[in-house]
């Protein structure tokens, strides 16, 4: 799928956890729409089925849509700090400078798992794409 924002903007903006420390990210393209699906994620019952994300100070969240990706030329802001690991297929947790994340899907619904990839091409040549 392939799409064109000529509205798209680009942004400097300023993200933070909480009264944590802000960072800036630099170069921030907008879209209308990320289309993304929604998450949920139950914390407590993660804990329970693997012991190695006990402690995580994650917070549990239902039915959240992403609004924000941030790729790789924001990547000190995903750069693992810390990891914590289980046996292989478990989730993993990975502290970051924006907090604790938890990569990964449990064992009950590793059958239905997807794979979606995100590119902005923001240099791409404006003239090819006016005569297409």
Same mark, same amino acid.
């Given at each position: ?5 000529? #509205?798209?903007?680009?942004? $400097? =903006?300023?993200?933070?956890? %909480? ?8 170069? =921030?393209?907008?879209? @209308? ?14 804990? @329970?089925? +693997? ?19 941030? %790729?790789? #030329? ?7 700090? @810390? ?15 924006? %907090?604790?994340?938890? +990569? %990964?899907?449990? @064992? ?8 979606? =990839?995100?590119? $902005? #091409? ?11």
């Amino acid at each position: 799928m392939s799409r064109v924002e000529n #509205d798209s903007r680009t942004l $400097c =903006v300023s993200l933070s956890q %909480g009264n944590r420390r802000a960072y800036e990210l630099r170069d =921030v393209r907008t879209v @209308k729409e990320l289309t993304l699906p929604s998450q949920s994620l139950d914390v407590n019952k993660l804990a @329970k089925t +693997f012991p190695h994300l006990r402690g995580i100070p994650v917070q549990s969240y239902y039915a959240a849509v992403p609004r924000l990706l941030i %790729g790789i #030329d924001n990547i000190r802001l995903t750069v693992p700090l @810390k990891t914590r690991e289980g046996a292989t297929n478990d989730p993993v947790a990975v502290k970051m400078r924006l %907090g604790w994340c938890i +990569f %990964g899907g449990s @064992k009950e619904n590793s059958a239905t798992s997807s794979l979606n =990839v995100h590119a $902005c #091409d923001c240099a791409s040549d404006q003239t090819l794409h006016n005569m297409v």
